[in-house]
Nanobody
């Protein structure tokens, strides 16, 4: 059974950078669309970015564009989220998620059926 394992979350100061990693355990990503979501207490999971097997990618909010980038290595079954110029609002638990196959990206969390346990990112001023 495929499991996703995130790593790289940490406490960082405003303006800092982090690179989150997502690895598969027990299987491969295959041709799944892979995504990152963020969740803060009391709120639903928010789409951050996603990437298809052919590396077509979408970044979520306007605030993230230009600061966040997603990448993947299909041979290594790894997905990364590079985050720069971090702001306090970027804090939260970041989840790696695997969705369906194909080259279209769905930003809704219900489109993804494979989830990691999350990694905490805290941006402090």
């Amino acid at each position: 059974q495929v499991q996703l394992v995130e790593s790289g979350g940490s406490r960082v100061q405003v303006g800092g950078s982090l690179r989150l990693s997502c690895a598969s355990s027990g299987g491969t990503f295959d041709d799944r669309v892979m995504a990152w979501f963020r969740q803060t207490p009391g709120k639903a999971r928010e789409f951050v970015a996603a990437i298809t097997r052919r590396e077509y990618s979408v970044t979520g909010s306007e605030a993230s564009k230009g600061r966040f980038s997603i990448s993947r290595d299909n041979a290594k079954n790894m997905v990364w989220l590079q985050m720069t110029s971090l702001e306090p609002d970027d804090s939260g638990v970041y989840y790696c998620a695997g969705g369906g196959s194909g080259e279209s990206i769905d930003t809704r969390s219900r489109a993804y059926d494979l989830w990691g346990q999350g990694t905490q990112v805290t941006v402090s001023s």
